[in-house]
């Protein structure tokens, strides 16, 4: 991409698109099918759903012993070093426009799951974790709609000697207790825009809670990988993505930027879901933008991938 592409989704006046912010969740009209559309999951099969009733429910959920899962799944290279086991809880805060899994934004679609269940799945892949350099991810959805049960998940994995790395967009960073900092060994970090008008029309949010929670986690000392995803017309910008890129660059713990081209295979749940989507008509990158946008990054000293 050697010059900012055209805008490729539906004209709208000027006065909507500049009020608009974030796709708006609706009432879903068709079942929610747990897991993702985009990679192989289990859903959460294989893990105990809790029987128990509605106010007890609430109760180990405040402890943190119980979570809204919306799956799981075993990956290689995707979701931090080595073979990870990944769990993707559900709630989100963010509207996020190309969202690929809008099935997790919601946390009551998710399942009622312990954290000792989760744990005692972690376990039975030490070996593998061993081995390939791995450990467990938690994702979602925002995990940190769910910090007890995340600071759990945590503790429980550092005590058996697995690596962790929570996936997050930052927005809910001060959800995150200085003890599930020490609890990381890597956060993935969802820069989602470095322009503040462009970060609101991107996921209906305030930029500044990512900002100030990633410089937080720098100055833990805990590895941080950025992600970032590049949507033509949306987020493509090139001062947008300087912006980015400068931001980024003044974390010390940086060690891996991933610049993700936007797709549309997450498109079909939006319509299973009774949802509007907006990027229905926007294509994915070309080659020559994808370029530009990582030598922005390079530029600054990041590795890029």
């Keep these: 991409m050697t010059t900012t592409a055209v805008p490729t989704t539906r004209p709208t006046s000027d006065r909507a698109a500049s009020t608009r912010c974030g796709a708006p969740i609706v009432e879903l009209t068709v079942p929610v099918v747990g897991g993702s559309s985009v990679r192989s999951t289990a859903g959460t099969a294989g893990l105990d759903v809790s029987e128990a009733e509605r ?5 180990q959920m405040r402890a943190g012993e119980l979570g809204a899962v919306h799956s799981w799944e075993l990956v290689t290279a995707v979701d931090g070093p080595g073979t990870r086991l990944t769990v993707f809880l ?7 426009l190309y969202c690929h899994n809008p099935d997790t934004m919601e946390m009551r679609r998710g399942e009622p799951v312990t954290a000792d269940d989760v744990l005692a799945r972690v376990g039975r892949y030490r070996a593998v974790f061993g081995v390939t350099g791995g450990g467990l991810t938690v994702s979602g959805g925002e995990p940190l709609m769910q910090p007890s049960f995340v600071a759990r998940l945590l503790r429980g994995a550092r005590a058996m000697g697995v690596p962790t790395a929570l996936d997050t967009s930052g927005y809910l960073g001060a959800h995150c207790s200085d003890q599930m900092l020490e609890d990381l060994d890597l956060v993935l970090l969802d820069v989602k825009s470095g322009d503040p008008e462009t970060y609101r029309r991107v996921t209906g949010r305030d930029l500044q809670p990512t900002l100030d929670f990633g410089r937080r986690v720098a100055a833990s000392g805990t590895e941080i990988w950025v992600r970032f995803v590049l949507v033509p017309g949306l987020t493509d910008d090139e001062a947008n993505v300087e912006a980015v890129a400068e931001y980024v660059a003044t974390l010390a713990t940086v060690t891996r930027v991933e610049v993700l081209p936007f797709h549309q295979m997450g498109k079909d749940k939006w319509e299973q879901l009774g949802m509007r989507y907006e990027l229905e008509d926007t294509r994915a990158p070309e080659p020559e933008l ?7 990054f390079r530029a600054h000293g990041l590795t890029v991938h």
Excluded: I, K, W, Y
């Design 55 to 59: 106010s007890e429910r609430f109760a």
């Design 90 to 96: 559900s709630g989100c805060p963010l509207r996020c």
């Design 290 to 296: 994808v370029d530009r946008v990582r030598g922005q």
